[in-house]
């Protein structure tokens, strides 16, 4: 009884710390707004890492099941890769809870195989190849006491124009297109909800203005991309019935 209870403990101190333990376990203070807000804050943050596992998965299965990723932006892709990338190792240099970035491994891995497969199924084997490499090191060198946090600051700050221009290449190509092709209603939903409780996570994890602003631009532009999905829909089964 007393290892399960040890068990537990460590298990509850993975989500909330040491006083705010206290307050709910031991002073039954279930209503302690700073700790609440801790307690729904590490939550959110594994939830997302737990649905960072697959979110993009839909994605990389369309893409394999047509053989194609045709209205998927190579350069959308690729800007969006660097920002999720960035991210991801400024929030492991900072010394940030692993909650607050670790979804950006996951989305890394599975952003760069959309990328890859894109250029893959587009005949142009060795480019995709290429970029396989390249990432690869790239990474390694990122994640590693090499890197100077300064150059790791410069690429987090620059991740909000890039998000922006990245998540717009994509727009402005479903609309061009009169389509959004190949993209994944259930990937950009995730995504959307996803980068939407990043902000409050972001803002109790880590109080870093750049991450903050890096997810309220994503957010937005993952609406707009969401949007685009329900109403390019919508406008082909009108076409349909006319």
């Not at 959110?44 to 209205?71: C, D, H, R, T, W």
């Not at 190792?89 to 950006?104: C, L």
């Not at 124009?161 to 389509?179: C, E, T, W």
Request: a positive charge.
């Amino acid at each position: 009884m007393n290892s399960f209870l040890s068990f537990l403990n460590s298990l509850a101190l993975m989500v909330v710390p040491q006083h705010c333990f206290d307050e709910f376990f031991v002073n039954y203070n279930f209503f302690n707004v700073p700790c609440l807000k801790i307690a729904i804050s590490k939550c959110l943050g594994y939830s997302i890492i737990a649905g960072s596992v697959l979110v993009k998965l839909p994605q990389v299965l369309k893409i394999l099941a047509n053989k194609s990723g045709e209205g998927i932006s190579v350069l959308g892709t690729l800007l969006e890769l660097t920002a999720i990338s960035a991210g991801c190792a400024y929030g492991f240099a900072k010394g940030f809870p692993f909650s607050a970035y670790g979804d950006g491994f996951f989305l890394a891995i599975q952003t760069s195989l959309i990328a890859f497969f894109i250029l893959y199924y587009a005949n142009k084997v060795t480019q995709a190849m290429a970029f396989a490499v390249v990432y690869s090191v790239m990474m390694a060198y990122l994640m590693s006491p090499a890197v100077p946090l300064k150059l790791l600051t410069f690429l987090q700050a620059n991740n909000i124009p890039i998000v922006f221009v990245g998540k717009m290449v994509q727009v402005l190509a479903n609309y061009r297109n009169g389509s959004t092709g190949q993209l994944s209603v259930v990937t950009i939903f995730l995504l959307f909800t996803g980068s939407l409780a990043r902000i409050f996570t972001s803002i109790q994890e880590t109080g870093d203005n750049l991450v903050i602003m890096t997810y309220v631009v994503a957010s937005i532009c993952n609406g707009i991309l969401l949007m685009q999905i329900f109403w390019y829909k919508n406008s082909g089964q009108k076409g349909k019935v006319e």
